[in-house]
């Protein structure tokens, strides 16, 4: 069985359609989503419509969480926007009441059995959807990510793609989809062969620079926005 590992999608449908296409081109079976749809850049729609077709297990972000508390205070609105742009407004205005409920309900961590493989999928930490998990974190934080029992512990949140083994356990972060941090523009995942163990860390290129674009129009008060698309 093919896995596409994906997260950190923020809202950037232009880079999902590129991962996607790779996923269908390698004949993959499920997605494995570590959560944060949403936030920062400007078409949750297309996010969900891109992802409706397949078959997904999904994670709830902390951008699902902001989501939420959004939805729930207004007030919280502007607060996230001075720190995180429009994406969330976005999200609270173009998708359904029955959308934004299916987002704030999505689980965390997700505890999935596939083909053989024991896998927990998570956003930040199995313990904490908003803990950085950093491809430099020390033994320490890496055996308590290392839940004893799995095979995979997939981890999303920092934005950077990471490998790592402690015992029999590996624990991937498979990068961003929508907004990658490690000076390396594109689009990034991973694809888990379940039967040959095989995992391997992918970045496809796509046309950032209309988000980038995007972005810059939107909010050209926070340049961050649009230069984390394209810095090398």
Same mark, same amino acid.
């Given at each position: 069985?093919?896995? +596409?590992?994906?997260?950190?999608?923020?809202?950037?449908?232009?880079?999902?359609?590129?991962?996607?296409?790779?996923?269908?081109?390698?004949?993959?079976?499920? *997605?494995?989503?570590?959560?944060?749809?949403?936030?920062?850049?400007?078409?949750?729609?297309?996010?969900?419509?891109?992802?409706?077709?397949?078959?997904?297990?999904?994670?709830?972000?902390?951008?699902?969480?902001? *989501?939420?508390?959004?939805?729930? /205070?207004? @007030?919280?609105? %502007?607060?996230?926007? &001075?720190?995180? @742009?429009?994406?969330?407004?976005? =999200?609270?205005?173009?998708?359904?009441?029955?959308?934004?409920?299916?987002?704030? =309900?999505?689980?965390?961590?997700?505890?999935?059995?596939?083909?053989?493989?024991?896998?927990?999928?998570?956003?930040?930490?199995?313990?904490?959807? /908003?803990?950085?998990?950093?491809? /430099?974190? /020390?033994?320490?934080?890496?055996?308590?990510? +290392?839940?004893?029992?799995?095979? *995979?512990?997939?981890? @999303?949140?920092?934005?950077? %793609?990471?490998?790592?083994?402690? @015992?029999?356990?590996?624990?991937?972060?498979?990068?961003?989809?929508?907004?990658?941090?490690?000076?390396?523009?594109?689009?990034?995942? &991973?694809?888990?062969?379940?039967?040959?163990?095989?995992?391997?860390?992918?970045?496809?290129?796509?046309?950032?620079?209309?988000? =980038?674009?995007? &972005?810059?129009?939107?909010?050209?008060?926070?340049?961050?926005?649009?230069?984390?698309?394209?810095?090398?």
């Amino acid at each position: 069985m093919r896995l +596409a590992l994906i997260g950190d999608i923020h809202g950037n449908s232009v880079a999902l359609r590129a991962v996607l296409e790779h996923a269908a081109s390698e004949r993959v079976d499920w *997605l494995l989503v570590t959560g944060d749809l949403v936030g920062y850049y400007f078409d949750p729609r297309g996010v969900l419509d891109l992802l409706a077709p397949w078959r997904t297990h999904i994670v709830r972000g902390n951008h699902e969480d902001m *989501l939420a508390s959004a939805r729930r /205070d207004p @007030g919280l609105l %502007p607060r996230v926007e &001075a720190q995180y @742009g429009s994406g969330l407004r976005v =999200a609270l205005e173009s998708l359904s009441s029955e959308e934004l409920d299916t987002l704030a =309900a999505l689980p965390h961590p997700l505890d999935i059995n596939l083909d053989g493989m024991h896998i927990l999928l998570c956003h930040g930490a199995p313990w904490d959807n /908003d803990c950085y998990v950093y491809p /430099d974190a /020390d033994a320490g934080l890496m055996a308590r990510c +290392a839940i004893p029992g799995y095979d *995979l512990v997939i981890l @999303g949140q920092t934005h950077y %793609p990471m490998v790592r083994k402690t @015992g029999n356990i590996t624990v991937i972060n498979p990068g961003s989809v929508g907004q990658p941090r490690n000076r390396r523009p594109g689009a990034q995942w &991973a694809l888990f062969d379940t039967r040959s163990g095989e995992l391997d860390l992918r970045s496809e290129q796509y046309d950032y620079a209309s988000v =980038a674009a995007e &972005a810059r129009m939107r909010h050209p008060e926070m340049p961050y926005l649009a230069e984390v698309l394209e810095r090398v």
